[in-house]
């Protein structure tokens, strides 16, 4: 629970907002990555009482992710959830444009 509460300063605490949180993870459906953010968000659902869509972005070693954060609204609505590896493969790939769908 210690975790979670980190990611809950930034998020608004109303649970009658009517917006759905989305939590982009730059890994494939089924990696443990994947199956740890489903439960996270899962937990992160039922703490907030608000409703937690996981996007697997595949592409980009995380850049294609990392870039929907950066040009999502700024109202705590979407949030990365990744692994430590990808710092490291947004840093070696430094020069590659990635575009977001």
Known sequence: MKHLSCLLIGLPSSPNL??????LVPFATGTS???NSRDF???LSEVLQQPVVVENTVDGEGGIAAQALLNAPADGYTILHTSSSL??????SRRTT????
Not at 18 to 23: D, E, F, G, H, V
Not at 87 to 92: C, D, G, M, N
């Open 98 to 101: 990635h575009t977001v769908p």
């Open 33 to 35: 990555t994947d199956v």
């Open 41 to 43: 968000a899962q937990l």
């Open 87 to 92: 710092p490291v493969e947004s840093r070696q």
């Open 18 to 23: 009517p917006w759905t949180i989305r939590m």
